[in-house]
């Protein structure tokens, strides 16, 4: 049984919470992982990025000079690249290049993304706290008791509670603290779960954990 210790907003140590070993055998494929992460950092781009043709550039049609008689090269006309203000060579045009994601890799790649984080003991267990207001101080004496500060921190919570006060004055209390995240476990993807370093998740939420490792 793997046991994730729980906290209270205080820092204080106040239970644990048990996970059946049988839910951390999850195994993944690496280059379905190296895929799907590929996949999500693609999707997050703009691809906006546009040049003009010489089509496109608003230049007069006619020839900058006349074809002989003054020992020049020929030249057809001022939208040429090699001229200022004219067209470019091979430049970046807007494109569509989203990436789907499989379904059944998408869940198997956060499932073993968390299972790995559970068993190198880099997931804690934040017990319900009611927070009327956003507390940035509160969260910074919390991080520092655990001694996460200055670590990647992803907070996760309950996606029947996205919408809740208490949960959104937490999520604010986190906006000022670099490095912190938090997200609703149905919008975690296994981007934000690679790059984080500790996983910081609310006991409301576990259940929903459970469910999905299950």
Do not use: C
């Amino acid at each position: 049984m793997a046991t994730l210790k729980k906290f209270n907003l205080t820092g204080k140590e106040v239970g644990s919470h048990q996970i059946d070993d049988a839910l951390l055998e999850v195994s993944a494929h690496s280059q379905s992982m190296k895929d799907y992460i590929v996949a999500i950092r693609n999707n997050a781009r703009q691809w906006s990025a546009s040049t003009k043709r010489r089509s496109e550039v608003n230049h007069t049609g006619r020839k900058p000079h006349p074809q002989k008689g003054q020992g020049r090269s020929r030249q057809g006309d001022l939208a040429a690249p090699h001229y200022k203000g004219g067209a470019v060579v091979w430049g970046p045009r807007p494109k569509d290049v989203h990436t789907r994601i499989n379904k059944k890799e998408r869940r198997a790649a956060i499932r073993f993304l968390i299972a790995e984080k559970i068993k190198n003991n880099h997931v804690r267990v934040l017990q319900k706290e009611e927070m009327s207001e956003p507390k940035t101080k509160a969260m910074v004496k919390f991080l520092e008791k655990l001694a996460l500060k200055d670590r990647r921190i992803l907070m996760i919570g309950s996606a029947a509670e996205a919408n809740d006060p208490s949960r959104v004055n937490l999520a604010k209390s986190l906006r000022n603290i670099s490095k912190k995240e938090y997200l609703p476990l149905t919008q975690v993807n296994g981007y934000e779960l690679a790059r984080s370093q500790e996983i910081v998740i609310l006991e409301s939420a576990m259940e929903e954990l459970i469910s999905l490792l299950g």
